[in-house]
């Protein structure tokens, strides 16, 4: 048989995932902007790499948080 988690540790691993949310927002779009506008210069592509980049970091922040959501839901 297994032991009993502690009380509260469940709370308190939803809240830190929950409060992860934000980063996803953050980090997503600002790598994928950054690098995108690293290979713009690097192959002379111009702006548009660094905005797809932002839009594919955006799309994957979405993706994470629906999945956060899904998790934290159960």
């Known amino acids: 048989m297994s032991s009993p988690e502690p009380p509260g540790r469940s709370r308190a691993s939803a809240i830190g995932e929950g409060t992860s949310a934000g980063l996803l927002f953050l980090a997503g779009p ?6 995108g506008r690293w290979m713009g210069g690097r192959f002379g592509w111009g702006e548009a790499p660094a905005w797809i980049g932002g ?11 629906f999945r956060l959501a899904g ?3 159960r």
Do not use: K, S
């Open 30 to 35: 600002l790598l994928g902007y950054f690098l």
């Open 55 to 65: 839009g594919l970091g955006l799309a994957a922040a979405f993706v994470n948080f």
């Open 71 to 73: 998790r934290l839901n």
